[in-house]
C-alpha cells in the first residue's frame, strides 16, 4: 500500500473542514480529510477518498486487505483501462486537499503500450489460459508427491532438494498470479490458488502486502520493501558514497550474497510477523494494517504456517530423531527452496543501468522539489527481461519482469505474446528496455552491480576521467 503522508510527502491539512466543489457531481459538499484518518474500509486515490464497506468489488474481497491507505498508484497499476466513470461505482465520502502524487500517468508512452499490447490481449481474456492451468496443474501435482514421499518415507538429501524445488515451483507458477488476482476472473479461483503461499512457508496475505507495495513503488529509495528487506546484510540499494547504511563489509558482499539468500526459507516460515499479518518492510514505508479484513485473517494464516512447521519440521524429528542428519535434510529444503526463488527475485531489478532511484529521493537536497516520475516508464527501466517461453514455464513468467511490471494483474501466459511489441514501443519512445537472451547474463549483471553497489563505486569520481 501507499506509504503515509509525510513519506510520501504530499500536502495536506490536518483538520477535517467542509468544502464546497462547484464542479463535482457528487456530492457538491465534502469533507476534507487527511491519510492519517482513513477508515479501514476506507482508501484514497488521486485525493479522493472512497468506502468500500458496501462495494462489491468484481476481483473479491481482498481489495480490503489496503483498507486505510492511499492506493493511487495500486488501483492504476491494476486497472489499467479504467477511467473515472469506473470510480463512480464507489461511494465518494472526501477528499485530500492539495494531494500530490510522486508518479504521473497517462503519458504518451503508456496509452501507445496499453492500445498496442490490448490489441494482442483482448479484454477479459487477460487471465490464466489451459496452457497455465496445466502448468499449474503440474506443479501442484509435483508437490504433492514430493510431500508424500518426506511423510511417508522419511528424509534424505535428495528428496530434501527436490523437495525444496518444488515448493518454489508453487511460489513461481502457482500461488503468484493467483494473488496478482492473474489466474482468473473468479476471486475464489484467486484466492484458493493464492494459499500456496501458505503451503511453501509464506503468508498469501504478508506478500500482498509486500510484493503489490514493491510494485507500486519499484526500486524506490525509500517505499520498496524489497529493496531493503536484506539490509543489514545486503545492499540493494545503491546508496550515495557516506550514506549511513553502508558498511565496510558490503564491499565485499558479492562473496556472500548467495549465502544470505540461502536463508530466506528460515526468515519465512519462523517469521513471527504472521502473528499480526503486519509485514514489517511495508509497514516501515507507511501502509497501515489493522484493518477487520486483516485482523480477521490472523487466525488463519497461523493454523496453516502450524501445520507447516509440523509437516516439515516436527514430524521428520519425531519419527527419525533428532539429529544432524534429519536436522540436515530440513535445512537443505530450506536452502534449495531459498536460492531457487531467491535468486531468481534479485536478478528481476539489480542490474547494471537499472534504475535504482526512479524519482530521486536519494540525490534530492532537502525540501528540493522534483517532478514526478512517469510510472510506466518507470516500470521498464528498473526491471529486465530475459530468455523467453521457456524459461517462463520454469519461473511462471517472472522472467518477463518487464511485462509483469507493466501488467501486474495480466497472467504470465501472455507475457511472451506482448514481450516483442512491449520492446518495440520502448525502442520507439526511448525507453530503456534491459534484455538478457540468457539468465546466466542475467545473473553475472547481477554480481556486477551488487559489488558496484556494495563498493558505492558508482558515487566514486576518477580522477583520470576529466570529470568534475
Known amino acids: 500500500m501507499a506509504p503515509d503522508a509525510e513519506k510520501l510527502r504530499q500536502r495536506h491539512t490536518g483538520k477535517e473542514e467542509l468544502v464546497t466543489d462547484s464542479t463535482a457531481t457528487v456530492p457538491t459538499t465534502e469533507t476534507i480529510r487527511t491519510l492519517e484518518t482513513l477508515k479501514g474500509t476506507e482508501v484514497c486515490i488521486d485525493g479522493v477518498v472512497y468506502d468500500l464497506q458496501n462495494f462489491e468489488h468484481p476481483g473479491g474481497e481482498s481489495v480490503l486487505v489496503f483498507g486505510g491507505n492511499d492506493v493511487t498508484v495500486q488501483y492504476k497499476m491494476i486497472h489499467p483501462y479504467h477511467s473515472e466513470k469506473h470510480l463512480e461505482k464507489m461511494q465518494r465520502v472526501g477528499i485530500v486537499k492539495d494531494y500530490q502524487c510522486e508518479y504521473s500517468f497517462d503519458s504518451e508512452f503508456e496509452r501507445e503500450i496499453k492500445r498496442e499490447v490490448f490489441k494482442i490481449v483482448r479484454r477479459g481474456r487477460e487471465f490464466g489460459t489451459v496452457g497455465w492451468y496445466a502448468r499449474a496443474a503440474f506443479y501442484v501435482g509435483l508437490y504433492c508427491y514430493f510431500q508424500y514421499l518426506w511423510l511417508t518415507q522419511g528424509t534424505s538429501w535428495q528428496l530434501a532438494i527436490l523437495y525444496g524445488i518444488s515448493q518454489s515451483f508453487i511460489g513461481l507458477n502457482v500461488q503468484h498470479d493467483a494473488n496478482h488476482g492473474a489466474s482468473s476472473k473468479n476471486p475464489v479461483i484467486n484466492n484458493i490458488l493464492g494459499l500456496g503461499a501458505d503451503f ?37 540499494h545503491d546508496y550515495p558514497a557516506g550514506h549511513p547504511k553502508r558498511k565496510w563489509f558490503h564491499g565485499f558482499q558479492v562473496f556472500f550474497y548467495l549465502i544470505v539468500l540461502a536463508g530466506y526459507w528460515l526468515s519465512q516460515v519462523f517469521n513471527p510477523e504472521v502473528l499480526d499479518l503486519r509485514q514489517r518492510g511495508a509497514q516501515g514505508v507507511g501502509i497501515k494494517m489493522d484493518n477487520d479484513y486483516t485482523v480477521q485473517r490472523r487466525k488463519w494464516a497461523i493454523l496453516i504456517r502450524l501445520y507447516y512447521i509440523y509437516v516439515h519440521v516436527v514430524h521428520p524429528i519425531v519419527n527419525e530423531g533428532f539429529n544432524l542428519r534429519v536436522v540436515g535434510n530440513i535445512m537443505l529444503l530450506g536452502v534449495a527452496e531459498s536460492l531457487f526463488l531467491a535468486i531468481l527475485f534479485s536478478l528481476s531489478h539489480n542490474f547494471e543501468n537499472a534504475d535504482r532511484d526512479p524519482t530521486h529521493v536519494l540525490e534530492q537536497k532537502k525540501g528540493q522539489k522534483t517532478e514526478p516520475a512517469d510510472w510506466f516508464k518507470a516500470q521498464v527501466e528498473t526491471s529486465c527481461t530475459y530468455g523467453g517461453f521457456i524459461s517462463g514455464c520454469v519461473t511462471g513468467g517472472l522472467n518477463f519482469q518487464v511485462e509483469h511490471h507493466l501488467f501486474p494483474r495480466m497472467s504470465s501466459a501472455w507475457y511472451p505474446f506482448i514481450a516483442p511489441k512491449v520492446r518495440e514501443i520502448c525502442k520507439k519512445h526511448g525507453v530503456h528496455y534491459a534484455y538478457y537472451p540468457y539468465v546466466w547474463q542475467n545473473l553475472i549483471s547481477t554480481l556486477k552491480y551488487m559489488h558496484a553497489a556494495g563498493t558505492g563505486s558508482h558515487w566514486i569520481k576518477n580522477p583520470l576521467s576529466g570529470a568534475n
Open 200 to 236: 511453501i512457508g509464506g503468508s498469501k496475505w504478508l506478500w500482498m502486502q509486500q510484493h503489490w507495495t514493491h510494485h507500486s513503488f519499484t526500486n524506490h529509495g525509500e517505499k520498496d520493501p524489497d529493496a531493503f528487506g536484506a539490509e543489514p546484510f545486503l545492499l540493494f
